[in-house]
C-alpha cells in the first residue's frame, strides 16, 4: 500500500471523546452483551513523552478499550493536563476524535508526509500521533506504532 501517504488502508481504532469514561464503557458493554474492560490511566507514572502542540505535557487520559473482531473501539475521558482530548471536549463536546491507522516503524515519517500534505503533527508520544485533519476530512487521524 505504498500508494497512500498513511503507507496503509488499515483502520485499526475509532476513538470517542466522552464526559465520563466509566459510564460509557459500561454502557457499551451492555449493549454488547459483553464485560466491560478495564479503565486504566494511560501516562498516570510519566514514563510517555508527550507533546501537545509543540509543548511536553504529562498527557494522561483515562481510556477502555473494545476489541471487536476488525477495530478496536476506544473511549476517552480528558483529564486537566493539555491535550487534544482535553481541546475537543472543551470545544465539540463529546464524540468521535480520532481514526487511526496502523503505522508499525513508521510513525514520525509517515507524520512527515503529512504534515507536507496539509496535516500538522497536532500531539504524539512514544507510539502514536495525532495529525490535524479535521478542516478537510472531519476527524482528526491517528498513527499507531503498533504490531
Given at each position: 500500500m505504498e500508494h497512500t501517504l498513511l503507507g496503509t488502508t488499515l483502520v485499526c481504532q475509532i476513538a470517542m471523546i466522552v464526559r465520563d469514561v466509566e459510564k460509557a464503557t459500561h454502557r457499551f458493554a451492555e449493549l454488547l452483551g459483553v464485560p466491560a474492560p478495564t479503565i486504566i490511566m494511560a501516562n498516570e507514572d510519566g514514563s510517555d513523552t508527550v507533546s501537545y502542540m509543540g509543548k511536553p505535557t504529562q498527557g494522561r487520559v483515562n481510556l477502555s478499550f473494545f476489541h471487536m473482531e476488525n477495530v478496536v473501539i476506544e473511549f476517552i475521558e480528558p483529564?486537566?493536563?493539555?491535550?487534544?482530548w482535553k481541546e475537543f471536549l472543551e470545544t465539540k463536546g463529546p464524540g468521535v476524535h480520532h481514526i487511526a491507522f496502523k503505522a508499525k516503524n513508521k510513525m514520525l515519517e509517515t507524520?512527515?508526509?503529512l504534515e507536507k500534505f496539509g496535516f500538522p503533527l497536532i500531539q504524539n508520544g512514544n507510539k502514536y500521533?495525532?495529525?490535524e485533519s479535521t478542516d478537510d476530512l472531519g476527524v482528526i487521524l491517528?498513527?499507531?506504532?503498533i504490531d
Open positions: 483529564t486537566d493536563d493539555p491535550s487534544t507524520a512527515a508526509k500521533a495525532y495529525v491517528e498513527l499507531l506504532d
